[in-house]
Structures are given as C-alpha cells and as structure tokens.
C-alpha cells in the first residue's frame, strides 16, 4: 500500500510544481498592459524581380516599331515582345517586432518606415506600427 502511494506521491509530484500560482483575492489584472506592444528587432530591404507572365506574352497586341536613337538595329514585333523583356523590382521592407508578451510578429511594409532597431512600438488593428511613449 505504501508502495502504490508513494508512486501516486512521485507522479503527481510534478504537476504539483508546474501548477500556476494564484492570483490574491481580488487582484485585478493590469488594464495598461498592451498585447500588440513590443521593441523592433530587424528592419530589413528585400528587393524582388518582377517577371512578365508567360500567358500575358501569349496574349495577341498591336504591332510596334522601335528604332532606337544613336544608331542601331530596330526592332519590330508585338506590343508583348518588343521592350517586355525587361525585369522591374519591388521593393518592400520585412520589420521583426518582439512583443512584450515574448511573441514575434512580422510586418510588411511598401515604403521605408522611420523606426530604427529598438524603437518601442505598438501594431495598430490596421497592422500598422506606431511609435509609442
């Protein structure tokens, strides 16, 4: 008998310590307390090329010319082929925050964002950062 309490004792043991301490009576939780707060992390540039898509080069056009000033061989074809095998970029910035509750979160942003690395900051609902005090 005192064998099987004694395996009861040790396997509850644990759960014993791991249990989370109550709150005092009456406590109340802190109503300042953001959940969406937190520090910068990284700011980061990522640079993306853009490719034309296969099916619009498919797609029938208008009939082009090119002749290009200073010399050189012009070019005629369609609207798609003649200057679409030219590469744009996108340029976005990818911000690391750490949230005061020890979450991570990652925002995208389109333009540069004025924060710097340490900046304390709050993500609005819109997923925006805002500097706070």
Do not use: H
């Not at 005629?76 to 910035?93: F, P, Q």
């Not at 924060?115 to 609902?125: F, H, M, S």
Request: with cysteine.
């Amino acid at each position: 008998m005192r064998l099987i309490l004694a395996c009861v004792v040790m396997a509850i043991a644990p759960a014993w310590a791991q249990a989370p301490a109550s709150s005092p009576q009456g406590a109340v939780p802190d109503k300042g307390a953001c959940a969406d707060c937190g520090v910068v992390r990284s700011i980061r540039r990522v640079k993306r090329e853009i490719r034309p898509d296969a099916a619009t080069e498919s797609k029938p056009s208008g009939l082009v010319a090119q002749i290009p000033l200073g010399g050189g061989k012009p070019k005629v074809g369609s609207s798609a082929k003649v200057g679409g095998d030219t590469v744009s970029t996108s340029e976005t910035w990818e911000i690391t925050v750490r949230l005061d509750d020890g979450r991570f979160r990652m925002i995208v942003a389109d333009k540069d964002p004025d924060l710097r690395e340490g900046d304390k900051v709050r993500i609005d609902p819109n997923g925006q950062l805002k500097l706070r005090d």
